[in-house]
């Protein structure tokens, strides 16, 4: 018998899928009229209704009023190393505040921790009035250890009305941050104590739940797992179009499969997983699968299809092309291709319990599977 609430749900999952992303890149996420992440861990959660407008590229999201988002730092942001760049639409004039200060993003062990100065923190803010009373950026951070471990790395506003690119990057082992605007470094300090932990979530636009909202527009949100290069981070700045989240030339036939699926109304339940029209048995939801393509150079289109509680199904594809060096191409007639269906499991956003059986029964010979 179907419950009501199943009757009810005529809604489709909200979806992304990436193939072979790049190694470096932790999250990704283009804010196409959802906060749903084309690459990273764990899902985003919101409050609120999230407002997008006209991005840098396609859509943007715009941090305003009271809606707010977060993202899970885990399998997202290595505090150790990485960088954090994104679009940042300037506004012609930032909402005013008592205390001068606005987040592009914050990340806090203890956000209400004032007396202790903050232990733990993770912030890039903008200062309306710096000691020479003119605005400012500052790439704040304090260690475990509070005040005596705070550190600010600022430079003055010089972001005219209009996009921008923004970007940090830092390591803790040398103790180093810097900061980039427009993909030109404008500060960078060496010998500083970074957090080790700055708590579980990254928010966008404010400090803490509640807090007072930066009011501008960002899009093309990345995390990389290292400190990239000045010249890494200026080639981002130069793109012309939004960071891609797939590898569509492969020269390996192995794919690592980045499938990231949100539900209004319940989690995921079930996926599928598809080559040229051709899809597998149900699966349960894990947030990456690893996968094979036949060993013959070809095109060929890779689809996810996720089903969520009342099975609405929405399925995502990519197409790539393998080119494999001749000597494998050459080894294809006597190889059997096996088909890793599961890999890591996806924590969903409800109650989701976890898979049961064999972890590994989904493996399946490719010719098998697919009718090859």
Sequence with gaps: ????????????????????????????????????????????VTDG?????????????????????????????????????????????????????????????????????????????????????????????????????????????????????????????????????????????????????AGALLHMGRFAPGGAALGATIDDLAIHGRALTGDEVAALAQRTEALPGSTTLLHSPELLLDSNAIDANGGIVAVQLGRDGMFTDPQPYYDAYRWALPLASGTYTIAVRYFDRASNATTVSQTVTLDLPPADAEAAASTRVYLPLV?????????????????????????ELLGR
Excluded at 6 to 33: G, H, K, W
């Design 1 to 44: 018998m179907t419950s009501p609430q199943r009757e009810a749900d005529s809604t489709p999952p909200i979806a992304t899928l990436a193939v072979n992303p790049a190694a470096a890149v932790r999250l990704l996420v283009p804010f196409e009229n959802t906060p749903l992440q084309t690459v990273g861990g764990g899902f985003p």
């Design 49 to 197: 209704e999230l407002r997008y407008e006209e991005g840098r590229y396609g859509q943007g999201l715009r941090l305003s009023g009271g809606a707010e988002l977060v993202f899970p730092l885990k399998e997202n942001l290595e505090l150790k190393t990485g960088t954090l760049s994104m679009w940042l639409k300037v506004p012609e004039r930032y909402p005013t505040t008592s205390s001068g200060r606005l987040y592009l993003f914050a990340a806090s062990a203890s956000p209400e921790n004032s007396e202790a100065g903050y232990p733990g923190t993770f912030a890039l803010r903008r200062e309306a009035s710096g000691p020479d009373g003119q605005p400012r950026w500052n790439f704040w951070t304090v260690g475990q250890a509070g005040e005596n471990e705070r550190h600010d790395l600022v430079a003055p506003d010089t972001l005219a009305a209009g996009w921008h690119h923004v970007a940090i990057s830092w390591d803790a082992a040398r103790g180093e941050k810097a900061l980039f605007f427009d993909g030109q470094e404008v500060a960078r300090a060496s010998g500083v104590r970074l957090p080790a932990d």
């Design 343 to 367: 890999s890591k499991p996806q924590t969903d956003q409800t109650d989701q319990a976890e898979p049961t059986g064999d972890p590994l029964r989904g493996w399946r010979l490719a010719y």
